[in-house]
């Protein structure tokens, strides 16, 4: 029996439809008839990847400016450079340093000098070559004539107040080398430069004024507890002032042997640990606080060893260096003993009587 097309169509299965297309592709994909045909699912691999561009030649880089001309190789100041010189003494010998001593503050090639971890000699006249500052002599010629009481007054009324940007912080590290050059940059535009002294260096304002003076040339003409006045000289010539090279970083201070002995000096073992334990039990005779003024601590210390043996000192907020700094420089200035270090607590026994003129003699060092 025929049937005829039209009584029964024949549709195609879409699954059949499916897997034909699918053959289709896969067909193309391995025996591509046009190369233009494009099927993200099966693009056929090229053989040779195209090359990428060569890179352009780099372009020279600018060379940086130089914000301050190079530093000479020597410097003319008489005297030895020192990190801090209100803060060290000659007399203090270190047993050893805590970096290589060929590593100089100064930085390669800025100043062709040896550096032991204390000082750096200075260079000395050679030739026709004089130094900055010839002696007094030198000094005296720009300082010129003595100010006046009014021209003083003057000053003094300028620089004196607390809003005055001509100042300088002077902190616990003392007079430090890079300070002299600051004073210096200060001076080019001002006669004088307000100086605040904070921290241990203010135990001994007179050390402080000392070595302001002697090394910078300058004069003071105003001290007020810890507030200073600096003034530069009637001849004083920005043009003529001396080269400072700056230490580009701190140097490491050295070892020192201990403050602290095990047994003072005239006690025995027992002796000594009773003095301790009297200090540490007795009522502190101030407290001390984080750089702060200390001005009035000496004259305290020995107006209380003359009713006490043993005086403690509180510095709980001073910090362990500090407080060893402080105790090394009581020990010079009253003069006095120091027994302990502990707790941030200072110790001091006066020594006995017939001991005191030797105590300020009693172990030079510094505290580690």
């Known amino acids: 029996m025929l049937f005829s097309r039209k009584l029964l169509p024949w ?18 994909a391995f025996y591509p008839t046009n190369l233009d045909d494009d099927d993200p699912p099966f693009t056929r691999i090229p053989e040779s990847l195209p090359r990428s561009p060569t890179p352009p030649p780099p372009k020279p880089r600018d060379q940086p400016a130089k914000i301050s001309p190079d530093e000479p190789v020597y410097s003319e100041l008489p005297f030895d450079f020192r990190y801090s010189y209100s803060e060290t003494d000659p007399a ?23 550096w032991d971890g204390v ?12 130094d900055v500052y010839d002696g007094a002599s030198c000094r005296d010629e720009v300082l010129g004539e003595v100010l006046s009481e009014v021209e003083v007054a003057e000053l003094v009324e300028r620089y004196r107040h607390s809003d005055c940007s001509r100042q300088i912080n002077l902190g616990k590290g003392g007079v430090t080398h890079n300070m002299l050059d600051d004073i210096h940059n200060h001076w080019r535009r001002a006669e004088a430069v307000r100086i605040k002294c904070l ?15 002697d090394k910078t040339g300058g ?12 003034y530069r000289g009637r001849n004083y010539d920005p043009k003529q002032r001396p080269v400072i090279p700056l230490m580009l970083w701190k140097p490491l201070a050295p070892i020192y042997p201990k403050v602290v002995q095990n047994v003072a000096e005239g006690l025995t073992f027992e002796e000594t640990k009773e003095m301790r334990n009297r200090g540490l039990h007795s009522p502190p005779l101030m407290k001390l606080t984080r750089n702060g003024v200390y001005v009035n601590v000496v004259d305290k210390v020995r107006e209380a060893f003359k009713t006490s043996e043993v005086v403690r000192l509180d510095c709980s907020h001073t910090g362990t260096s500090d407080c060893k700094k402080i105790g090394v420089k009581l020990r010079d200035l009253v003069p006095c003993i120091p027994i302990l270090f502990k707790d941030e607590q200072i110790i001091l026994w006066r020594g006995k009587r017939d001991q005191e003129d030797s105590v300020s003699a009693h172990c030079i060092s510094r505290p580690q």
């Open 199 to 213: 921290g241990v260096a203010t135990l001994d304002m007179d050390n402080i004024c000392f070595h302001l003076e």
């Open 92 to 114: 203090w010998k270190p047993i050893g340093f805590r970096e290589p001593t060929r590593f100089s503050p100064f930085g390669p090639g800025r100043l062709d000098r040896p």
């Open 119 to 130: 000082a750096a000699t200075a260079a000395r006249a050679e030739g026709n070559r004089e």
């Open 11 to 28: 549709a195609p299965c879409p699954r059949q439809s499916q897997a034909q297309a699918l053959l289709h592709r896969l067909f193309c």
């Open 219 to 230: 004069r003071i003409i105003y001290r007020s507890i810890n507030i200073l006045i600096l």
